[in-house]
């Protein structure tokens, strides 16, 4: 996966919004590694029993983390 700026991301984002459906396509991928990226590091804040993912359910932080299976595994595994 290609490396891309916060520039360029932000220029993907406004062409996309603009119609251009291959910056979505460039897009999707950025987006689903970065939420396997943030799910790897709450795993291993779990295993590590850092003391700031008590607060994830109700820290608004974690609210684009929500709707992925991956944080509703965490936060049940923690039976919060």
């Known amino acids: ?3 891309l700026s916060q520039r360029q991301v932000t220029q993907l984002v406004l062409d996309w919004s603009d119609g ?4 979505l396509n ?12 943030m799910a790897e590091q709450l795993n291993k804040a779990y295993e590590e029993r850092a003391g ?6 109700i820290d608004p932080l ?7 299976p991956r944080f509703a595994g965490i936060v049940r595994r ?3």
């Not at 460039?26 to 990226?37: C, F, H, M, S």
């Not at 700031?52 to 359910?57: L, S």
Request: charged fraction near 35%.
């Open 20 to 23: 251009d459906n291959e910056a």
């Open 1 to 3: 996966m290609e490396a």
């Open 62 to 68: 974690f609210d684009p983390l929500r709707s992925d």
């Open 78 to 80: 923690m039976r919060l």
């Open 52 to 57: 700031w993912i008590i607060n994830i359910k």
């Open 26 to 37: 460039r897009l999707i991928p950025l987006v689903y590694e970065e939420l396997k990226r």
